[in-house]
């Protein structure tokens, strides 16, 4: 079975703050893939990153940041010194080979508020 | 930049009436998907279709949900008789190809259904 635990159901920040978005992840499969996406005010859904289970290389983009360690099964997301259009809620997301092709699992997300 | 659009924004409609979700995905995209949120919970695939037949579909993809594709651009989500748990917000995705070789699901901006 697969699945996405996001603990923190709300997290607020002050501006300039730095934040980590905590994701642990369950699958038998050794192949998989995981997401985040953020879920901005408005409603869509926006792409931030994907990594596949082989790749245990952290990533940064810009203010953003993400850490696989594969040990805890965990994919955690740190924002440096966060803004307030970093508001939104934050969903990390599984795909494993076993259950498809097509189908993310989504952990439930967390509510992140940058107070100005 | 090229985006999914949706239509409608949002619908309300009575119990057992039949409603039809309307998706424009990306020009060049193969692939095609419906998720859906229940409001403050999490996101939930419910269906992907390649080459106009459904790939992959979930639990939640019962009888009562169908999908088209009746032209170039539309990607459609009937739902026959609504039941009132299946007020949600729905969101329509594209990739253009296998998202696990291109690496990123392009999510609309979703249809919110109240169903009363």
């Known amino acids: 079975a697969q699945k996405v635990t996001q603990a923190q159901t709300e997290i607020s920040v002050v501006e300039k703050e730095d934040v980590t978005l905590d994701c642990v992840y369950e699958?038998?499969?050794?192949?998989?893939?995981l997401f985040w996406y953020k879920q901005p005010p408005s409603g869509e859904l926006v792409f931030l990153i994907r990594r596949n289970s082989f790749d245990e290389q952290n990533e940064i983009s810009g203010r953003y940041s993400w850490n696989f360690q594969k040990s805890t099964s965990s994919f955690n997301f740190t924002i440096t010194a966060s803004q307030v259009v970093d508001s939104a809620v934050y969903f990390c997301a599984l795909s494993a080979v076993q259950t498809g092709a097509n189908n993310l699992f989504f952990g439930t997300g967390t509510r992140l508020t940058v107070i100005p | 930049e090229p985006e999914v659009t949706q239509t409608p924004s949002h619908q309300v409609t009575q119990m057992g009436q039949e409603v039809i979700l309307r998706c424009v995905p990306i020009?060049?995209?193969?692939?095609f998907y419906w998720y859906r949120q229940i409001l403050g919970q999490k996101v939930e695939f419910l269906v992907s279709f390649y080459n106009n037949e459904i790939s992959e579909k979930s639990e939640i993809f019962d009888d009562q949900f169908s999908v088209e594709r009746p032209d170039g651009s539309n990607f459609t989500l009937k739902i026959r008789s609504t039941k009132l748990e299946d007020s949600a917000m729905y969101f329509c995705?594209?990739?253009?190809?296998?998202?696990?070789?291109?690496?990123?699901?392009?999510f609309g901006e979703g249809s919110r259904l109240t169903v009363l």
């Open positions: 699958t038998r499969d050794t192949t998989y893939y």
């Open positions: 020009s060049n995209h193969l692939y």
């Open positions: 995705a594209s990739s253009e190809g296998f998202w696990r070789n291109t690496g990123e699901l392009f």
